[in-house]
């Protein structure tokens, strides 16, 4: 009994030694390819197992983050915890370089010399050398590692690296071909491949990662990539499926998340879209990007109470950056106002509208919306100024932006003309005359169609309430004609002509009992009796005439 506990206990410690090398492994793939956050993590729970190499690359991180202090600490960290230490050792020899070229140096070739069949420590030297400016030291150990290890990928990876600095993408994927051909399951080397290629041919940038699958089908940091592939260049089903392999066992980054989630909005799956940038937000509040599309998914959905509540966050993070409200997209302005606006909050919606547009002066649909904010808070004539504003900024001048800017006008002059506030009415002349300027040029950019009459005509009759002046006759005139050839499909707007002028007449009529007028008059009143037989106004009319 006590010899299967043993074995029983042996072998656990075996699997934990194994699965930590794998992670540390892994861990090694994701410095390299420069997801330092997931690296560091990753390191940090290998460092009580693989102190040195875990260590070393955590000082590595540092550097890269320009915290030399820190880097100098885990180097040390390393050797305390392994006297034998070999990675940590180079770390502190490479801090060393500047201060002590001569000592440092013997102390990087002596470590390259005990381990001269070991190409990743002599990638590290070499490496070392490098980044102290000590290119021919750096060229003379990356060879021996080729010499010496010629199985190993990671010379010709690093010399890859070195060529990319250099702006030499043919040379840096040549020597990542040479790498994937000495080591077919080096996922890096798939990987650097893919991004070169990805910047001008994503087919095969996307091959080359299905290559490294085909090579480790469990290969988590290639599905990773394979993921991120797949998302950028707008396969976002495949980058979905990708996604999920590797999180099946992977290391989800923020990063993750937000492209996961985003790839369920860009396929109208929203309800996925929210839970996985809420998972994202669970970790990082902050995230502009997160928030960014929880607003875009639910105003998706038509839910403008949250979509206005994750607005109010997202506007709210540039008080945290010191007020910088650059990182603020269009659509960002467009949608929260939107939100705003459909919760009934139209003044706060004017005010973001009115930012979106010194964003891009010459979006129609901006001034449309800004335009439909102020008609819902009852500015009309404010909305018609913003139409002509845009007007003023278009390339092209359009008959229906005219003819919107009128209507707006037409209904602030239709609104002041009920008002018992005579400071409100005397508002009416201003207001019509723009009306009446913008349907006239809708009339004469399109003379063939009825609406800039029609609007003109309505916007003259509140000018002459009583028609004594007859301001509208010329515009239903030409409306008629316009409608008439096709009477089936115009019925409704010919018996408003019609109508018109039935009550023009009998006024007419009634001043100066002209014989003619009432002929009129009875005319256009039973021309829109054969349209509408039940017409209660008309019939009135008819009566009065037969009297």
């Known amino acids: 009994m006590k010899k299967l506990?043993?074995?029983?206990?042996?072998f656990t410690a075996l699997f934990s030694i194994a699965a930590e090398a794998q992670n540390t492994d892994l861990a090694v793939e994701y410095y390299w390819l420069g997801d330092l956050q997931t690296s560091k993590?990753?390191?940090?729970?290998?460092?009580?197992?693989?102190?040195?190499?875990?260590?070393?690359?955590?000082?590595?991180?540092?550097?890269?983050?320009?915290?030399?202090d820190e880097a100098r600490s885990n180097y040390q960290k390393g050797v305390s915890a392994n006297p034998e230490a070999i990675y940590s050792k180079i770390g502190l020899l490479k801090l060393a370089l500047?201060?002590?070229?001569?000592?440092?140096?013997?102390?990087?070739?002596?470590?390259?010399?005990?381990?001269?069949?070991?190409?990743?420590?002599l990638v590290e030297v070499a490496r070392a050398f490098y980044e102290n400016g000590m290119v021919a030291d750096g060229d003379r150990v990356l060879a021996e590692a080729r010499k010496n290890d010629s199985k190993s990928a990671w010379p010709y990876i690093l010399a890859g690296d070195r060529y990319l600095k250099m702006g030499k993408a043919g040379d840096a994927s040549g020597q990542y071909d040479q790498a994937i051909h000495?080591?077919?399951?080096?996922?890096?080397?798939?990987?650097?491949?893919?991004?070169?290629?990805?910047?001008?041919?994503?087919?095969?940038?996307?091959n080359q990662l299905k290559e490294a699958l085909a090579a480790d089908p469990s290969n988590l940091i290639a599905n990773k990539?394979?993921?991120?592939?797949?998302?950028?260049?707008?396969?976002?089903?495949?980058?979905?499926?990708?996604?999920?392999?590797?999180?099946?066992?992977?290391?989800?980054?923020?990063?993750?998340?937000?492209?996961?989630?985003?790839?369920?909005?860009?396929?109208?799956?929203?309800?996925?879209?929210?839970?996985?940038?809420?998972?994202?937000?669970?970790?990082?509040?902050?995230?502009?990007v997160l928030n960014r599309l929880l607003m875009y998914s639910y105003a998706k959905q038509g839910k403008f109470t949250e979509a206005q509540a994750v607005g109010e966050k997202l506007f709210q993070l540039s008080a945290i950056n010191g007020g910088d409200e650059s990182k603020y997209l269009l659509d960002d302005y467009l949608i929260y106002a939107n939100a705003l606006k459909e919760n009934g909050q139209q003044t706060k919606a004017v005010d973001l509208y009115r930012k979106a547009i010194e964003l891009d002066k010459t979006n129609k649909k901006l001034y449309e919306e800004l335009a439909s904010a102020l008609a819902n808070d009852n500015k009309l004539a404010e909305a018609g100024d913003e139409i002509q504003r845009y007007i003023d900024n278009a390339?092209?001048?359009?008959?229906?932006?005219?003819?919107?800017?009128?209507?707006?006008?037409?209904?602030?002059?239709?609104?002041?003309?009920?008002?018992?506030?005579e400071t409100e009415k005397a508002k009416l002349p201003a207001y019509a005359a723009k009306a009446i300027a913008a349907f006239s040029k809708a009339i004469e950019l399109t003379p063939d169609s009825y609406q800039g009459y029609y609007w003109r005509a309505n916007t003259n009759t509140l000018l002459d309430q009583d028609l004594t002046k007859g301001l509208a006759n010329a515009d239903y005139q030409k409306m008629i004609q316009l409608l008439e050839p096709n009477k089936d499909a115009n019925k409704n707007r010919l018996m408003e002509a019609y109508r018109y002028f039935a009550i023009y007449y009998l006024y007419q009529y009634d001043a100066n009992k002209s014989a003619d007028e009432k002929a009129k008059a009875s005319d256009y009143a039973s021309k829109v009796l054969s349209i509408s037989p039940d017409d209660e106004t008309t019939k009135k009319i008819v009566e009065y005439l037969n009297q």
């Open 41 to 68: 993590k990753l390191f940090e729970q290998s460092a009580s197992q693989s102190p040195d190499i875990s260590y070393y690359y955590l000082g590595e991180i540092a550097t890269t983050n320009k915290n030399v």
């Open 182 to 206: 000495f080591d077919a399951k080096n996922t890096v080397a798939y990987i650097k491949s893919a991004q070169i290629y990805a910047n001008t041919n994503s087919t095969v940038a996307i």
């Open 5 to 10: 506990i043993l074995l029983s206990s042996l």
């Open 225 to 288: 990539f394979l993921a991120e592939m797949y998302y950028k260049y707008g396969f976002y089903p495949q980058a979905i499926e990708s996604y999920e392999n590797y999180f099946k066992k992977g290391n989800k980054s923020v990063e993750d998340i937000t492209n996961y989630g985003a790839s369920f909005y860009f396929t109208d799956k929203y309800d996925n879209a929210i839970a996985s940038l809420k998972e994202g937000l669970a970790l990082e509040p902050n995230d502009r």
């Open 98 to 121: 500047k201060s002590d070229t001569k000592e440092s140096t013997k102390g990087l070739n002596d470590i390259a010399k005990k381990s001269k069949k070991d190409a990743k420590v």
């Open 395 to 421: 390339e092209t001048k359009e008959a229906a932006d005219y003819l919107q800017m009128g209507i707006y006008y037409y209904r602030a002059s239709s609104t002041v003309a009920k008002s018992a506030d």
